[in-house]
């Protein structure tokens, strides 16, 4: 039985001849086409291939470019977190450059005369008195120093070799100019007893001055710019200045026989010269400077400017000798009501009123204003670091070390209208920093140095007020909101870096004052808690 077979599966009729036809042109185009591949391009295409292949190589180079650029700056970056910044905050401060090493003494004690610098004329008297004249040139003429002392008896207030008050200035300016030249330290303590013995025991009067202090400092080789200079005292004490010792200005035109000593020569006789100061101003009815406050405010000038000396500041033994001459000359200071004012005219004169580089531009070689706010170096300030070692010098808890303190910060900042109270608190403080904190905004970003300086000069202000805190008052308010400002800033200052370690220094001493000043706080008001609870 046959079965139907669906139509889609019936076969079609193929037609091989038209097959074979198709086949045959085909393969007739492709010979064409082979050889007009094969065939040599024209000008044409030669260009236009040429102008393909430079476009390609044009992008290839590109992005070559960026892969090499890309690749640069990751390494450029790679580098940068891993690259070590210098550290500027050192334990020491650069100091001025102030004594000079390479100087010669004006005067030693070989060749000061008794006679030519300081006019004794005694000499003919103690000729006719019987000693012989070779025993008298030994005596006077600085051949055996201590020969002289021992003839002098300055114990007994009665000797030959003073007979008037004139001789008695003559002799005492002698012995005293001697010790601050000396370098023996047997012989200084000799020569020093040998002074305060004669102004003990003899009622002539003799005061020791500014010129005394200021031709002792030029003799060890301070630079006269910064010590001496007219416009500088003009402009901040209205005056000209102290005046130089006739025989100092003598000879200063004549460096023949000039000594030459070593730089511990120098300090050792820059700290005898201080300590014998300091110890001449604490005798009663020797100085005037109670009633010169011009004259007080420059010995104080003199001897801060010294005390921030490159070599002093790293030898505790001057700087110790420096700091107690400075509590003299402030015991000096007239009594109140005029205390305050004169307070203000020396904290600006310390501070404002003293721009080292301009006065000296060689003072301030000892460090680069490129570490320090622009400000600083167009205005020519001190050191922030210096300022701060200014203030270290002066008696703790003191009114002219805070206020002097205060006036330091706002130099660091960048004020321009710089406020200068009679007396100042942590309040002043809080308030001038609120009033400026956008200058602490810009100073706490980069300038790690400064504000490190700033920093240790708030707390200065602060050291007095935490003895007696009382919840309530000005000084507890001013104080909390100080412990905030600081624990805003450790928020921001990278601590964590240890390639770079400025912030580290800065971030460690915020922490550590925060701490110290909030437990003040605490200890306050659990004061006031016991208080009310009884």
Known sequence: MSRAVPKEY???????????????????????DIDSILRPLSDSQQEMEANLDLRDQKIRDEIATQEEKRVRSEQEQVMIRHKVTPALIKRK????????????????????????????????????SGLPSSFVERLVGG??????????????????????????????????????????QLTFSVLSKCLFDLLKSCGYPWHVTTSHLLATFLNLGARAQLLTSEQF?????????????????????NRQGRKVISQQSRLVMLRNSVQLVGDLLRLPNRNHLGQNTTSLLTMVYLAITVGQDQ??????????????LLHSLLSLLPPPPHTETHIQDMAELLSAGFLPHHLCPSSTSTWSYTSLPAYMATAGHNHPHNMLTSCSLLPPHSSIKHLLAYLYIQLVLGVTSVDLPGQVSTTDLVQMLDTHKGLWGTLAKDQHYSMWSVLGLMDIMVEGEMEELKVGT????????????????????GRNDPLNLDPVTVGELAAEMASRWKMAVNTAVQTDRQTNEA
């Not at 019936?10 to 064409?32: G, T």
């Not at 209205?238 to 200063?252: D, H, K």
């Not at 500041?313 to 420096?322: D, F, H, L, N």
């Not at 000005?474 to 200052?493: A, M, N, P, T």
Request: glycine letters at 4%.
């Open 10 to 32: 019936e076969e079609e009729d193929l037609d091989l001849d038209s097959l074979l036809e198709a086949s045959c042109s085909q393969h007739e185009d492709s010979v064409l």
């Open 93 to 128: 401060p650069p100091g001025l450059n102030l004594l000079q090493p390479e100087q010669l003494l004006t005067f030693s004690m070989t060749d000061l005369s008794l006679e030519r610098d300081f006019g004794w004329t005694g000499r003919k008297r103690l000729e006719q």
């Open 143 to 184: 051949q055996n120093v201590l020969m002289m002392v021992r003839y002098l008896a300055p114990e007994t207030g009665q000797n030959n070799m003073v007979a008037n008050v004139e001789e008695f200035r003559s002799m005492v300016d002698y012995v005293f100019y001697l010790a601050t030249a000396c370098e023996d």
């Open 233 to 253: 005292y003009q402009m901040n004490l209205a005056s000209s200045g102290p005046v130089l010792p006739q025989f100092y200005t003598a000879r200063l035109n």
């Open 311 to 324: 070599a002093v500041v790293v030898t505790p033994a001057i700087t110790r000798s420096i700091s107690l």
């Open 474 to 493: 000005d000084q507890f308010d001013s104080l909390k909101k100080l412990v905030s400002l600081l624990e805003q800033y450790l928020g921001r200052v």
